[in-house]
């Protein structure tokens, strides 16, 4: 008697554990997403500044200096995405786990629409990144043909 009382404990404790995991696990997801979209922020406020002193100072000089700017900038985003991937990932996990072994045994659960389970893809993780800072430093190579070299 007391052996399937402990077990029902355990199993649980576990479900509570891995609830709570589960909402670390979103809890950073989300942090990075606010840390992704500021670096973003911080490119496209870097590519126009530049883009503002090459035509200013008539120096393709600032044009180059941004496209190593954006470069860089691209690079850390794209390493806190991946690190968001991760997260993504074991967010994912844990919530198969809790389907698998929790929800499916509960009737009412039938009805419950939870998310479908994580799949990597290159091009659907990370075509946004691509999209924003491909074009920027295309138009900033671009501009350096119409800023003339001021001696």
């Known amino acids: 008697m ?14 509570e554990i891995l609830l709570k ?8 997801i989300n942090s990075l997403d606010s840390t992704e ?3 973003k922020g911080l490119s496209v406020t870097l590519f ?20 190593i700017a954006i470069i860089f900038s691209s690079i850390i985003d794209f390493i806190y995405r991946k690190v968001q991937l991760l997260h993504v990932e074991k967010a ?7 389907k698998t072994e929790y929800l499916e045994k509960v009737e009412s659960s039938k009805s419950l629409k939870i998310a479908g389970e994580y799949k990597s893809n290159f091009i659907n993780d990370y ?8 074009p920027m430093i295309v138009v900033l190579i671009v501009l350096t043909k119409f800023i003339p070299s001021t001696p």
């Open 21 to 28: 995991l589960l909402e670390i696990e979103q809890n950073r």
């Open 2 to 15: 007391w052996g399937l009382e402990v077990k029902l404990l355990d199993k649980d404790k576990t479900y």
């Open 48 to 67: 126009s500044a530049f883009i503002g002193f090459a035509f200013e100072k008539k120096s393709p000089v600032f044009l180059y200096v941004g496209v």
């Open 92 to 98: 994912s996990n844990i919530q198969k786990y809790l």
């Open 127 to 134: 075509s946004p990144l691509l999209l924003l800072y491909f």
């Open 37 to 39: 979209f500021t670096i």
